[in-house]
């Protein structure tokens, strides 16, 4: 990077968010003032004589410059020391796994964890010899009481987490982290960085499923860390070259596309679902909502506290019990019925037999009667009157 990049840069990381997610991590290209960063899709890069790499550029596993462009807008918009792009939000989550546990280490997890961290950890982890407890994230003392002093290396907070939307006090959990001597980490996916910026409030690691709202148009499946701190950056760096689970350039060229539009997108993800919810409260065919922006919600001061908004997913129980849950998924028109989140296209899904279902039995199993909405930024009207038609 040259002085004036780099003097370029730096003004552009002290910027407000939207400026910055439109304008960090890249610079017009010098040669041809190529203003977006190209697909560099290439495996390997021409030496200028042995070991003499052009840009620091040597193989693409290591680095590759369209993922390097994402990684630095990523780090930017969560205001971490650096991003790390993979292929996947859980290829994400066991590579900070094995940066930072060893056998023999515990973890605590949400009790509500995103089912696939809970696989993760129940199936993968906990083979290679690394245990968790889960523990309710809006009960701090719960999540104090289920750490193992000395052996905990991580706890692990999803916040609002998915799809009761409870709510976990990240300044709060950080200070319980750090007393124990381990690491606060944050899936801060639902609220992207826009509504919530976990490293500012204490955390030490960012983790998102880079597939919903960040990419934005659900077409491209990634992953990110974003941490702070020097050593730890240098521990995930080792480790993201030493696994391989890394972002190709295509699908780093996609996430940092829909990135630029994040703030935009998010402020009408949260207008509609405010919509939404506002007709929905008001319905006597709806049991109860779940949106931490209700006063009733029981995270609602917290979430008031540490979120710009809270966020385009709502949860709802329906007057009728599962029957009516399913059929209400089943009639929707304009929300399409899919599993997955934070694309411009509203979706709906009964999590207790889709995304949820492999938790039935269990102690994190979901009411029968709920019904998960992503809402999207199409006309709010056409959204609230195809729910009213669905409802019967
Ligand atoms: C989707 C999701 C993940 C997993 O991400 P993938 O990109 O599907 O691997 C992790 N956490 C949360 C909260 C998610 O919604």
Redesign the pocket.
């Known amino acids: 990077m040259s002085e004036q990049t780099q003097d370029h840069q730096s003004l552009i990381s002290k910027a407000g968010f939207e400026t910055r997610a439109i304008h960090a991590g890249y610079e017009p290209d010098p040669t041809t003032g190529a203003v977006i960063p190209p697909i560099f899709a290439t495996s390997t890069y021409k030496q200028d004589g042995v070991g003499g790499l052009r840009g620091g550029y040597e193989y693409s596993r290591s680095a590759n410059p369209t993922r390097t462009a994402l990684e630095g807008n990523l780090a930017a918009l969560e205001e971490g020391e650096r991003a790390f792009a993979f292929a ?6 066991d590579t900070l796994v094995r940066s930072t546990c060893r056998p023999g280490d515990h973890v605590v997890i949400p009790d509500d964890a ?1 089912g ?2 809970y696989r993760l950890f129940d199936k993968v982890e906990r083979a290679w010899g690394v245990e968790h407890t889960p523990a309710p994230v809006s009960d701090i003392d719960r999540v104090r009481a289920a750490i193992r002093p000395g052996q905990t290396k991580l706890v692990w907070l ?1 916040t609002p987490t ?1 799809p009761l939307l409870n709510i976990g006090d990240i300044e709060a959990l950080a200070s319980v982290a750090h007393e124990a001597g381990a690491l606060l980490v944050v ?1 801060n ?2 609220a992207s960085p826009y509504l919530q910026q976990p490293l500012t409030l204490g955390a030490d690691v960012v ?6 709202y960040a990419g934005g148009h659900s077409d491209v ?3 990110a860390l974003v941490v702070r701190g020097h050593d730890l950056a240098e521990q995930v760096a080792f480790h993201q070259n030493a696994i391989g689970a890394v972002a190709g350039p295509f699908d780093a060229f996609l996430t940092l596309r829909g990135l630029k539009t994040l703030g935009v997108r998010m402020d009408r993800h949260c207008d509609n679902a405010e919509k939404v919810v506002e007709f929905l409260t008001e319905d006597r065919r709806v049991d109860s909502v779940i949106y931490p922006g209700l006063i009733e919600h029981p995270g609602h001061r917290i979430a008031s506290r540490q979120m710009k908004r809270y966020g385009g997913m709502v949860s709802f129980r329906v007057s009728g019990g599962e029957e009516q849950a399913l059929a209400v998924c089943e009639r929707t028109e304009v929300f399409t019925l899919g599993e ?3 694309g411009v296209e509203s979706l709906i899904e009964h999590p207790g037999r889709m995304t949820h279902a492999s938790v039935a039995g269990t102690a994190l199993e979901v009411p029968a009667d709920l019904v998960r909405l992503s809402v999207g930024i199409e006309t709010v009207e056409d959204l609230v009157a195809d729910l009213d038609r669905a409802l019967g």
């Open positions: 996947s939000g859980l290829a994400a989550e995103y696939g961290t999803e998915n899936d996916t639902f983790v998102h499923s880079t597939t919903k499946v990634g992953g997955s989140l934070g």
